[in-house]
């Protein structure tokens, strides 16, 4: 006698249980649990307006690099371009974003763009 295949019934009230448990499953993951708390996850190099203030043009990339730190991204296609990368998150909304793009010619700093911008310098007053 040949063994007996075992045969799968879906009867509607398997097909409801399951669709049920793949709902409340599914549900978890996106409302999230009340009351946990999330901590604030900082990501990236931390830039002050007082480091960019110090930026000239004409500096050199170790100059650079002592001022700010290692760059987040050096892009291996575009050796000329730095880039500053800082954010805030708490869980899955950003709270604070900076960024800060560094372009050199050659070995010198040509210009900077990003969040930053430079602040006047005083002018001293003769007198």
């Known amino acids: 006698m040949p063994p007996l295949k075992p045969t799968w019934k879906l009867n509607p009230m398997r097909i409801l249980l399951l669709s ?11 409302i999230g649990f009340p009351g946990v708390y999330r901590i604030n996850v900082e990501q990236g190099n931390i830039v002050t307006q007082e480091m960019v203030d110090q930026l000239k043009p004409g500096m050199n990339r170790n100059q650079i690099r002592y001022i700010l730190g290692t760059p987040l991204v050096e892009d291996s296609f575009n050796q000329d371009r730095w ?3 800082y954010i805030v998150r708490n869980g899955n909304t950003t709270k604070q974003s900076k960024r ?12 900077f763009t990003g969040t930053f911008v430079p602040s006047e310098e005083p002018t001293e007053t003769e007198g």
Request: aromatic share 12%; hydrophobic share 45%.
């Open 83 to 85: 880039d500053y990368i």
């Open 20 to 30: 049920l448990a793949l709902t409340a499953l599914s549900a978890c993951g996106n």
């Open 100 to 111: 800060l793009t560094i372009f050199f010619d050659g070995e010198e700093l040509s210009h």
